[in-house]
């Protein structure tokens, strides 16, 4: 059975303690490589490493890092096809789209931040003839990167990327349950000539190798992504220690529908917006509320459309979904469906596991799966379900709607679809989320403040916000 290693100062290196933990092929139920079951030891020498790398690579000309960034960006096209199978191999996900967004989307990510990097620039501020401010912002030092299972390297680079070009070192976590893209990147990461200890990764649980970077007092900047539990456990650990913190967690984001919205692109796009990567993406439109003329009409366009989706084996081109992460979150999304019929609510479709045939028969696969008869204020409809389940609601007016919409204690993204542009500002004015998307979704400028309000997190990701929290700003003010 294949042993991935953390990557540590440069090299490829087991677990101090040699214990290793499963990893599993969702698609078919089964162990197919261990991952090292690493611990504060290895954390340390991780910590040890990018600290011993700081001096040189924050002085190393921007330009050069870029370079190297770029070279990293670049590797990760030319093993495209590489790359892509072994994300859809690790998640679930369909091949086609490892291929199409999240193995692309990372070597974006790299180039992105290498390019932006470039045109970062500070103030000055001037007092007359008195005095002159300039605005210094400087790297920090050792940067904790810990990331999820729904799109493992597209998110693992969404925060390396930015923390590296801006000239910090970095200790990584990718999760458990998806490490094995990292752990190719680490290999081109040698290949690519980044100097050693600039990047670390350390594989392992959460609540070991995690918690280890959140608590490491060497680590003063902790960028997170993954469920709102655990980045409130992570704030209960970085706060007290006045760490720099970035907390992108879990949303439950309203897909708002009005009778006037161009009828084909809405039910078009929310079949991507509900069902997309298995639901597993915390930008999903999970509650839809359709105004009341139009409700039953496309009520019934959705059910149609989403029984002709194709739930199967994710190396199949004709797949729409694979299989869900893992079988502890099957059973966490099918308790839902339970949960919703308990509520009131009608299954209109789906709401079952899914048994493949063949080598896929002991694979974790949910059908696609729509309920609607629920409150707007029932669990269901108020608690992240992050799986291929969304409900259906119909609304009134916009102050209904906006009630609805804005009732859970998440605010991450909402999506309106309308052709009344005055609507849509007045909408998107009043919608409490940190990103709206109007007659679209999804659709991303990485130079865009990522990120979300209330449960959903603290900070924003995106262009240069990234930069301003990967570094420390330093006003210096000289007298004239
Ligand atoms: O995330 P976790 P999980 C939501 C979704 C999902 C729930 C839990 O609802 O069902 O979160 O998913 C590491 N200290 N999202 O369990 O636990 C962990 O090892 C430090 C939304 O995957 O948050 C992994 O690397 N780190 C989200 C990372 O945190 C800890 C995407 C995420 O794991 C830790 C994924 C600890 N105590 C899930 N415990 C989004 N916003 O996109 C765990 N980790």
Same mark, same amino acid.
């Given at each position: 059975m294949e042993k991935i290693k953390n990557y540590i100062n440069g090299e490829l290196v087991e677990p101090v303690g040699k214990e290793y933990i499963d990893n599993f092929n969702p698609s078919i139920g089964a162990v197919y490589s261990l991952i090292p079951d690493s611990d504060e030891q290895d954390v340390d020498l991780a910590t040890k490493a990018a600290q011993a790398a700081f001096p040189a690579w924050s002085k190393t000309p921007k330009e050069k890092r870029a370079r190297i960034l770029q070279k990293l960006a670049s590797l990760i096209e030319?093993?495209?096809?590489?790359?892509?199978e072994a994300e859809s191999r690790d998640?679930?996900?369909?091949?086609? *789209?490892?291929?199409?967004?999240?193995?692309?989307?990372?070597?974006?990510?790299?180039?992105?931040?290498?390019?932006?990097?470039?045109?970062?620039?500070?103030?000055?501020?001037?007092?007359?003839?008195?005095?002159?401010?300039? #605005? #210094?912002?400087?790297? &920090?030092?050792?940067?904790?990167?810990?990331?999820?299972?729904? $799109? %493992?390297?597209? $998110?693992?680079?969404?925060?390396?990327?930015?923390?590296?070009? &801006?000239?910090?070192?970095?200790?990584?976590?990718?999760?458990?349950?998806? %490490?094995?893209?990292?752990?190719?990147?680490?290999?081109?990461? &040698?290949?690519?000539?980044?100097?050693?200890?600039?990047?670390?990764?350390?594989?392992? *649980?959460?609540?070991?190798?995690?918690?280890?970077? #959140?608590?490491? #007092?060497?680590?003063?900047?902790?960028?997170?992504?993954?469920?709102?539990?655990?980045?409130?456990?992570?704030?209960?650990?970085?706060?007290?220690?006045?760490?720099? $913190?970035?907390?992108? *967690?879990?949303?439950?984001? %309203?897909?708002?529908?009005?009778?006037?919205?161009?009828?084909?692109?809405? $039910?078009?796009?929310?079949?991507?917006?509900?069902?997309?990567?298995?639901?597993? &993406?915390?930008?999903?439109?999970?509650?839809?509320?359709?105004?009341?003329?139009?409700?039953?009409?496309?009520?019934?366009?959705?059910?149609?459309?989403?029984?002709?989706?194709?739930?199967?084996?994710?190396?199949d081109e004709g797949t729409n979904l694979g299989a869900v992460v893992s079988q502890p979150h099957m059973e966490k999304v099918l308790s839902y469906v339970t949960l919703a019929q308990e509520e009131g609510g009608t299954v209109l479709t789906g709401g079952h596991q899914v048994k493949l045939e063949g080598e896929q028969e002991n694979g974790w696969y949910i059908a696609p799966t729509i309920i609607e008869g629920l409150a707007f204020d029932c669990r269901t409809n108020q608690e992240e379900i992050f799986g291929p389940v969304v409900t259906i609601m119909p609304f009134d007016t916009i102050e209904e709607v906006l009630a609805m919409a804005n009732s859970t204690k998440y605010g991450l993204a909402s999506t309106v679809w309308t052709q009344d542009i005055t609507k849509a500002h007045n909408v998107a004015a009043q919608l409490h989320s940190g990103i709206v998307w109007v007659n679209t979704w999804l659709l991303r400028d990485l130079r865009t403040p990522f990120g979300g309000v209330k449960a959903s997190g603290v900070g924003r990701e995106g262009g240069f916000n990234a930069f301003e929290f990967f570094t420390e700003p330093k006003n210096v003010c000289i007298k004239l």
């Open positions: 030319n093993n495209l096809d590489r790359f892509a998640n679930g996900k369909p091949l086609s *789209l490892a291929k199409r967004v999240d193995i692309p989307r990372a070597a974006a990510n790299f180039n992105f931040y290498a390019t932006g990097v470039l045109h970062y620039a500070s103030e000055a501020h001037q007092m007359e003839d008195t005095a002159i401010n300039y #605005t #210094t912002r400087e790297p &920090i030092g050792v940067c904790g990167c810990i990331s999820p299972w729904n $799109l %493992p390297l597209y $998110l693992f680079s969404w925060k390396i990327a930015p923390a590296l070009a &801006i000239g910090n070192t970095v200790v990584a976590k990718p999760s458990e349950v998806t %490490p094995y893209t990292a752990y190719l990147l680490s290999e081109l990461c &040698i290949e690519a000539g980044l100097p050693k200890g600039v990047l670390n990764i350390v594989h392992g *649980l959460g609540h070991k190798v995690g918690a280890a970077i #959140t608590k490491h #007092t060497d680590i003063p900047v902790i960028s997170f992504t993954g469920g709102t539990v655990t980045g409130a456990e992570i704030a209960r650990t970085a706060g007290p220690m006045f760490k720099k $913190l970035s907390l992108e *967690l879990g949303g439950k984001n %309203p897909n708002i529908i009005f009778d006037d919205c161009d009828f084909e692109k809405a $039910l078009g796009t929310t079949m991507h917006s509900s069902f997309a990567n298995q639901g597993q &993406i915390c930008l999903c439109g999970s509650r839809i509320f359709v105004q009341r003329g139009i409700y039953e009409k496309f009520r019934d366009a959705f059910v149609a459309k989403t029984k002709k989706l194709t739930v199967g084996n994710p190396f």
